[in-house]
């Protein structure tokens, strides 16, 4: 299995505290990514990394900030979490650019915000 | 900008019977398709890949798909189901944007499998 390591794996805390999610990665992939999965929705995509320094937004960026400062970790930060964040928070990554390169998936964070 | 529907939000089958997820997608060139499997309280996983090379693709625990340029499917099937099959299937088209090779996921097939 890809060495992926997400944590917290469960956090429950209170509407308008910050919350910053760890993704460590022991594979040296260029290419992570924060998705959220919600029932009825699927994944969708938050955003994603293509090297340090370098990240994007994805189609449910809002209320939500990354950083990546060294290969092997993405973080996740909600400012001010809000009840409509509760979700379950997955990271990816991948092994460059391409598009025949699949995705390899950390075992999510289930958040809730009450 | 491409998109991915998976038809059924759940499919209902008997032990033994044959399995069909469907997957439609819409992309202005010809893609990569892939579909992973999500067991409960885990990540997904990889079950196969589209990649051109051949349009029907073998993975893992017997599953097969086959790409459908005329009709843009990439339905997943397995000829007879095991109880363990049972789980959330996703379809994902990947397309060239600006550069990145970003994935789009479907909504997601529970599968659900009867003794």
């Known amino acids: 299995d890809a060495g992926i390591t997400q944590s917290p794996r469960h956090k429950v805390t209170e509407t308008g505290t910050p919350v910053t999610l760890r993704c460590h990665q022991t594979e040296n992939h260029r290419y992570m990514y924060w998705y959220r999965q919600d029932p009825g929705h699927g994944l969708r995509l938050i955003h994603y990394s293509y090297g340090v320094k370098d990240t994007d937004k994805g189609e449910v960026s809002d209320g939500y900030s990354v950083s990546r400062s060294k290969t092997e970790d993405f973080l996740l930060t909600l400012e001010s979490a809000t009840s409509s964040q509760t979700s379950v928070y997955f990271c990816a990554i991948s092994d460059g650019g391409l598009g025949n390169q699949p995705q390899h998936f950390g075992d999510g964070t289930r958040l809730s915000i009450l | 900008a491409q998109s991915v529907t998976q038809l059924g939000s759940h499919v209902s089958v008997s032990e033994g019977a044959l399995v069909l997820l469907r997957c439609n997608y819409s992309?202005?060139?010809?893609?990569?398709l892939f579909w992973y499997v999500q067991y409960p309280n885990q990540g997904l996983q990889l079950l196969l890949k589209y990649t051109s090379a051949a349009t029907l693709v073998k993975g893992i625990n017997g599953f097969e798909a086959e790409f459908k340029k005329s009709e843009t499917s990439f339905h997943l099937t397995k000829p007879s189901a095991h109880m363990s099959d049972a789980a959330e299937y996703f379809c994902a088209v990947s397309e060239s944007t600006g550069g990145s090779y970003i994935p789009t996921f479907g909504r997601g097939t529970s599968l659900i499998v009867h003794p």
């Open positions: 992309s202005s060139v010809p893609p990569y």
